[in-house]
């Protein structure tokens, strides 16, 4: 089955730029999705189809995919973007939906 | 606005079974796939199960197949998620999910499943 690897980890300091990896073999094939999950709250669709952004994310938010590896990047990092964050695909071979691990973003 | 609200969690034994339903509104329910995703605690995002708009279509991950049912009511704008055999690794918040088949792009609040004696 189709498997999607995100870092556990990624920090950053207070207004700088975040990049958050998502691998997968070939996944430049295929349309990614992000989720951002803060404490305790249902997640939150924040990038879909690789780098389109749902209405009312800022426009800090961008997503870019290509060969293996596809990437959600946040600049101008706030605390309030403390979060994990998952990406996920629809894997048409196996019909199913992935998710990745997850990466919990820790702002410094 | 889009609303999805879950119901049906709680303590059940091993082996026992329950059946989560997800109402929904704000959107013209038919015609969007409806998915299961859980969270055990602690823990990452796991897809469960989905269906289609009409319900002709359904989907599980390995783990829950044969044991977990998904169904629609199209009239009553609200999915289910039947379980049975239950166990302990199924514990988890269970939470709702419109979809147009790629991504999930409105997530309800969770329902908390707890499997244990």
């Known amino acids: 089955s189709y498997v999607l690897t995100q870092p556990p980890s990624v920090s950053v300091a207070p207004g700088k730029t975040a990049t958050i990896p998502c691998g997968g073999t070939g996944i430049g094939g295929k349309s990614v999705h992000w989720y951002q999950q803060q404490t305790g709250q249902a997640p939150l669709l924040v990038m879909s189809?690789?780098?389109d952004r749902p209405s009312g994310i800022p426009d800090r938010f961008s997503g870019s995919n290509s060969g293996n590896t596809a990437n959600l990047t946040i600049t101008r990092v706030e605390v309030g973007d403390e979060a994990d964050y998952y990406c996920q695909v629809w894997d048409i071979i196996s019909e199913r939906w992935v998710f990745g691990g997850g990466t919990k973003l820790t702002v410094l | 606005d889009v609303q999805l609200l879950e119901s049906g969690g709680g303590l059940v034994q091993p082996g026992g079974s329950l059946r989560l339903s997800c109402e929904a509104s704000?959107?013209?329910?038919?015609?969007?796939?409806m998915i299961w995703v859980r969270q055990a605690p602690g823990k990452g995002l796991e897809w469960v199960s989905g269906i289609s708009g009409s319900g002709d279509y359904t989907y599980y991950t390995d783990v829950v197949k044969g044991r977990f049912t998904i169904s629609r009511d199209n009239s009553k704008k609200t999915v289910y998620l039947q379980m049975v055999s239950l166990r302990g690794d199924d514990t988890a918040v269970y939470y709702c999910v419109k979809s147009d088949g790629m991504r999930f792009d409105s997530w309800g609040r969770g329902t908390l499943v707890t499997v244990s004696s």
């Open positions: 189809y690789d780098s």
């Open positions: 704000g959107f013209n329910f038919n015609i969007y796939a």
